[in-house]
């Protein structure tokens, strides 16, 4: 008989009583981090931003990961209301995920925080179809991706221009026209609404 259970025995009654254990009580669960507000695509030299409330009396994190670390870059208090305001001001162009973390125990991933530099850009792709790329493989109608001198295989870069959005990798080497520092694949212009070459806003 496991020592959670009472038993008491009135042998000459012929009664038997048995109370179980009573189940462990649950812990509360941490208030929950109540994001309102966001600013996470910058540009360098402007502050990140992110607002909310939380249920109770906090010290609130803005953090930003950075290989399997995870860095504070902000921290406020929570006012009466549980109200918190958190800001950056980011001058390199960077690209990471960042969360909201509560004292109380919450956390709550907020996106990715990408604070973007002018970089001059062309794009490729006709009359190349079918070339081998510099990192290996074949070019393709809708090959992902751009090409740079330095950044090494596969790194990842994100991109916007007129408000669209996209997260590559570095497939190929180029361009080698003064100036330019990358160059899209057709497939990476083409929803990047990018045509012939200018600026372009990337994390890299």
């Known amino acids: 008989m496991p020592r ?14 048995l109370t179980a ?22 540009q360098a030299g402007s502050r990140a931003t992110v607002k909310g409330r939380v249920q109770a009396p ?10 399997h670390r995870w860095v504070t870059i902000d ?21 990471a995920r ?12 907020v996106g990715r925080l990408n604070v973007y530099r002018h970089a001059l850009a062309s794009w490729y792709g006709p009359g190349l179809f079918g070339n081998k790329l510099g990192c290996g493989g074949t070019l393709t109608t809708g090959s992902i991706g751009v ?8 790194t990842k870069v994100t991109l916007r221009h007129r408000g669209r959005v ?15 520092e990358y160059d899209l694949t057709a497939a990476t212009a083409r929803k990047l609404g990018f045509s012939g070459h200018g600026p372009i806003q990337a994390t890299r």
């Open 166 to 180: 996209m997260r590559v990798r570095v497939i190929d080497r180029g361009p080698y026209v003064g100036g330019r």
């Open 21 to 42: 254990t009573a189940a462990p009580a649950v812990a509360d669960a941490a208030p929950k981090v109540g994001v309102s507000a966001k600013r996470l695509n910058i």
């Open 4 to 17: 959670s259970t009472l038993r008491c025995a009135l042998m000459s009654a012929g009664a038997l009583c």
């Open 58 to 67: 906090a010290t609130v994190k803005l953090q930003i990961q950075r290989g």
């Open 98 to 109: 960042a969360r909201v973390v509560s004292s109380t125990g919450g956390k709550r991933i």
């Open 75 to 95: 921290r406020d208090r929570t006012d009466a209301e549980g109200r918190y305001v958190l800001r950056k001001r980011l001058k390199q162009a960077a690209s």
């Open 147 to 154: 090409a740079n001198k330095s950044l090494p295989c596969g």
